[in-house]
């Protein structure tokens, strides 16, 4: 009787492939931002609290001037959306790494909300700022009775 | 007149081990003993000599006691060590000494994990050469070809990098450095054919791209194999499509 010695073919597990891989370009995000928020961020310290008066120059009417600079608006707006994009993924990954189950679910929707307000809420900030809604401040009254 | 050397002295050192015995015990459970050491022993030593003359049913894994069948990785003081290269010496025995399995693998018994999950991610990333020409001449590779993945030869497949990622540890499906370090020595080597399949398998959701680099890997290595730069360079070869590897250059300088 003939023996036959059946050797199994190594592991070729096929992989179904995605046409987005959103784990690689998650991480490509991750270092690029990265790079790029260091450069934002300090820029933004920089001339908020150590140029000019410093930290005691911050008021209402210091924030109206720098979005009135439509470079500062574009400005604002990058580091608002790197930075929060940056830290959501980041928390996405946290959540991955220690919940499962619906509650990995439930976080990670709380997490895309909450993203998704503050994108909105700040973008919203960012382009319809306007220094004279309501009662206007001293330093402010002049320019806005002006306008 | 040659001057007789003093007699070295031994000195007693406490081990702390973290014992299952899974017939009996619901839970792990901390007993220390007591043994003779001297400074050049190895952890491995203690371990022998508590078994041999302690406590018969102390279980652990090791065959070549000499750190190149990969069998005795544990955790020595918080630290994933092979029982046979750590030093008495080497530790602080002023204090006792924590000896407990490696994480993120099923305990077995006492020092032995089931190392199948291990092994079982390490076969996915398919460690043998694929080529396809016929063997009947030497496939030729110059020394620069073979430097570029002489570190990740070295592994020996005890788990002491895969056992301390913590990437590893809460999520079971990641393939874990060891297994990126055995795909990193076929992808980058000239004489592979199977770099694309493996680029491919390496892409994964819980492939390269799980890694947060810790270095936990990199320092848990007993064989110094630098983990971290390799799954970096596996990163950046996914990204760029392929090794990247240098033409064959046989020129002798």
Known sequence: MATSTAIPAPNTRQLKRRRVNWEMWGWLYMRVSGVLLVVLIFGHLLVNLFLGDGVKAIDFAFVAGKLADPFWVVYDMLLLWFALIHGANGMRTIINDYAHGRLRIVFLVALAGATIVLLTLGTLVLTTFDPCIGEPSATLAPLCAAQ | ?253
């Not at chain 2, 390490?122 to 570029?148: C, G, H, N």
């Open chain 2, 1 to 253: 007149m040659a001057v007789a050397e003093a007699p070295v002295q031994a000195f007693t050192v406490t081990l702390i081990i973290r014992r299952f015995d899974p017939e009996v015990d619901e839970e792990p459970r901390w007993v220390d003993y007591d043994v003779q050491m001297y400074p050049t022993d190895r952890v491995l030593d203690a371990l022998h000599q508590i078994k041999w003359e302690q406590d018969g049913s102390l279980s652990f894994r090791r065959s070549c006691a000499h750190g190149i069948c990969g069998s005795d990785a544990m955790r020595i003081n918080g630290r994933n060590r092979l029982a046979c290269k750590t030093l008495i010496k080497d530790l602080d025995i002023s204090q006792p000494i924590y000896v407990e399995a490696i994480k993120g693998l099923p305990l077995e018994k006492d020092l032995i994990v089931d190392m199948e999950p291990f092994f079982e991610s390490y076969r996915a990333i398919q460690p043998f050469l694929i080529a396809s020409d016929k063997p009947y001449k030497e496939r030729i590779q110059s020394v620069a070809q073979r430097a570029i993945f002489d570190d990740t030869t070295k592994c020996i497949l005890c788990a002491a990098c895969t056992s301390s990622c913590p990437v590893f540890w809460t999520d079971g499906q990641y393939f874990g450095p060891a297994a990126i370090v055995n795909a990193h020595r076929f992808i980058f080597d000239s004489r592979d054919e199977g770099s694309q399949v493996r680029l491919d398998i390496l892409n994964d959701k819980e492939g390269v791209w799980r890694c947060r680099t810790t270095f936990n890997c990199s320092e848990a290595c007993p064989r110094g194999i630098e983990v971290t730069k390799a799954i970096a360079e596996v990163k950046q070869a996914v990204l760029r499509g392929n090794p990247g590897l240098p033409r064959l250059d046989l020129t002798v300088v």
